[in-house]
């Protein structure tokens, strides 16, 4: 008897339960209309901006011969532009993926060369004018300049 109460107690809870996940779900579902967060112009010219800077900051340290400096700026560039990746991919643009891959390859190629010591400083400089490059290869394509203001915005009818 106590059982068979404990029992159908137990199923009610489970019923419970699983109604209330229902709801959450329902509201959940209602309030975000698409699965994952999106990665807009909002957060591409943040992103910019932030790697813009730290790109100067790595490339100047590179020149003072401030290697250690220059690495740890380096790779946050590279984390911060990597994410910029899903711009490119949510608006279908395969050729901004590949400028985009371009970028963190150089990025990994003057990585690998700060990585071991003694650092070929010349080369170094080489690698990082490369990596520039690439970024500008892209802007070349997608960036726009207000001639006015002289704000940065992306143009995809290019
Ligand atoms: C695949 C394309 C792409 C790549 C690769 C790319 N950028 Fe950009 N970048 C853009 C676009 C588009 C804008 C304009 C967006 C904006 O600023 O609103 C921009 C803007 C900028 C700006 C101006 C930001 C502002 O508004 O003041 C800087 C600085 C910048 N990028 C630096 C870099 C650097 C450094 C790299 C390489 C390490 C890089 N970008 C790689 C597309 C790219």
Redesign the pocket.
């Known amino acids: 008897m106590r059982r068979a109460l404990l029992y159908s107690t137990g199923r009610f809870a489970a019923a419970a339960v699983l109604a209330l996940l229902a709801v959450a779900g329902a509201a959940l579902a209602g309030a975000q209309p698409r699965p994952y967060p999106v990665y807009n112009?909002y957060h591409?010219?943040r992103t910019?901006?932030l790697?813009?800077r730290n790109?100067e900051g790595a490339r100047q340290a590179l020149a003072a011969a401030d290697f250690e400096t220059a690495k740890a700026l380096f790779t946050r560039?590279r984390e911060q532009?990597a994410v910029s990746i899903t711009y490119?991919r949510h608006n279908e643009r395969d050729d901004?993926v590949r400028?985009?891959r371009a970028?963190l390859d150089g990025l990994d190629a003057l990585d690998a060369a700060l990585s071991r010591p003694p650092v070929d400083a010349p080369a170094a400089a080489d690698l990082a004018a490369g990596?520039?490059a690439?970024?500008q290869t892209?802007?070349g394509v997608?960036?726009t300049q207000d001639p006015d203001t002289g704000?940065?915005?992306?143009n995809l009818s290019k």
């Open positions: 112009e591409l010219d910019m901006k790697v813009g790109f560039t532009v490119w901004g400028m985009l970028v990596a520039d690439a970024c892209c802007h997608y960036r704000d940065y915005s992306v």
